[in-house]
């Protein structure tokens, strides 16, 4: 059994890793786990249109463990290249990936045309590709020509896993991206179960996140201040969880009147078609959520509440006297529509950008946050007078805490841990954390790192 890391290893994005090993016919099985996009800076997203340093052909299988753009995002490049093995995943992954692969396509074929590069993939090739994509359940066994592949809930967004793969009599695990627990609507991580390896994220590595109660208490502080203020509250928010567990929170604060009443926006068609799916796969909700939509409380939406689909829906919120709440693509203020909002609300000291996620390092929601005087937006230079405020506890990733928490069931089967998915801060920090608490040899490998296990 060999692993190499072409992606997730010194960074937190574009996660791709190759598992080769011996299968029923004694011929190697070649295993993708991930094809992410890499983002984050202009260098990072140069390297998503170079070769992949594989023959995309040689793949036999790609598993997936979670529909964000950072683990899915090539994978029709991949398919473009040759790939034309089978995909799995989860059914809500299945379905959220699509939805974020047909929205990256436009805003990437943009970046091509500035590069004068062809464009990475086409809408046509990733209706190709889901015909290869089929559903897999949690804990049923994939046998992947004498390779078996086991989904478990990961807890991280709706349909996210972690897999563990058995083969020549050994065992690893991929965590793609943990829970931050206990999460608003999904349900919480699943242990892991004993095993030989284990690639763990290490995004927040180094980090505690706030607690649940002091999260939501900030969440409100930050309205209730704004509305004083009688400014505007931008939210800039990943489409998918981030946008749904804030939907769920402040369909609470307003329906118990813990806020003002104020208009709150929802200014993002991908984020509106994601809601969607999560109506659709309710089911996968944890049992106390399950039973508020049972008793008739739509989790999603509240008195007040917009969805502004069109660009002309778009519009009439700056018709919109404030206080308001903007809540908008994307989460880095990469590009999506609340780069619009920042460009005419960032100058107003009475309004406040409140950062609810992670921010790569060279993105613009990074420099908002590091306390920027001004930034440029669509090429325009743009101050910063607006109040920032920043709530890890929002967060879908675990914290430290956490992540050396998951991982201490299998402490005594451990061999090595490769510790993965984040900058090299974060990394070192939790693999010496993991070294002191739990004596695991751990390490953080770098990019085209191979390791026979």
Not at 57 to 71: E, Q
Not at 151 to 177: M, P, Q, R
Not at 279 to 287: H, I
Request: with cysteine; net charge negative; proline share 5%.
């Amino acid at each position: 059994m060999k692993i190499t890391f072409f992606g997730g290893a010194g960074t937190v994005t574009g996660v791709n890793y190759r598992l080769e090993a011996e299968g029923e016919t004694g011929e190697a099985v070649k295993i993708l786990v991930d094809c992410g996009l890499q983002q984050g800076g202009h260098f990072a997203e140069k390297q998503n249109f170079e070769p992949f340093p594989y023959d995309a052909k040689t793949i036999d299988f790609v598993l997936i463990t979670h529909a964000h753009i950072d683990h899915i995002g090539l994978l029709p490049k991949l398919f473009r290249a040759g790939f034309r093995g089978k995909i799995f995943s989860t059914a809500p992954t299945r379905d959220f990936a699509e939805l974020l692969l047909v929205d990256s396509e436009h805003i990437l074929n943009k970046e091509a045309q500035r590069e004068g590069k062809p464009p990475l993939y086409t809408v046509e090739d990733i209706t190709a590709m889901m015909k290869v994509w089929e559903d897999v359940k949690y804990h049923q066994v994939l046998d992947l020509t004498g390779v078996k592949a086991e989904f478990y809930n990961a807890g991280h967004i709706l349909g996210s896993a972690f897999i563990k793969i058995t083969a020549e009599g050994k065992t690893i695990v991929f965590s793609g991206d943990l829970g931050n627990y206990p999460a608003p609507i999904i349900k919480e991580t699943e242990k892991i179960p004993p095993v030989d390896y284990c690639l763990i994220e290490s995004t927040y590595g180094d980090r505690v996140h706030e607690r649940v109660r002091e999260r939501r208490e900030e969440l409100e502080d930050a309205i209730e201040e704004t509305v004083k203020k009688g400014g505007t509250l931008l939210i800039p928010a990943f489409a998918m969880e981030r946008t749904q567990q804030l939907l769920f929170e402040l369909n609470d604060l307003i329906e118990n009147g813990k806020i003002p009443k104020v208009p709150v926006y929802i200014d993002s068609p991908l984020a509106i078609h994601l809601t969607e799916v999560y109506r659709k796969y309710r089911g996968e909700f944890k049992e106390e959520v399950r039973e508020m939509i049972e008793g008739g409380d739509d989790i999603l939406d509240f008195p007040g509440l917009h969805f502004t689909l069109t660009t002309e829906e778009s519009k009439t919120i700056n018709d919109v006297k404030p206080p308001k709440v903007i809540i908008a693509g994307s989460g880095m203020s990469h590009g999506g529509r609340i780069l619009h909002h920042e460009r005419r609300y960032l100058p107003d000291p009475n309004s406040m950008v409140l950062l609810v996620g992670y921010q790569g390092k060279g993105s613009l929601g990074r420099q908002i946050m590091e306390g920027a005087q001004e930034v440029t937006i669509m090429g325009e230079r743009v101050p910063v007078r607006a109040r920032v405020r920043v709530i890890s506890g929002y967060s879908a990733h675990a914290d430290q805490p956490k992540l050396v928490a998951w991982l201490k069931p299998a402490r005594m089967s451990l061999k090595k841990v490769f510790v993965v998915q984040g900058e090299e801060g974060a990394s070192e920090a939790l693999t010496q954390k993991i070294k002191d608490d739990l004596a695991i040899h751990t390490e953080v490998p770098r990019y085209k790192d191979s390791e026979e296990l």
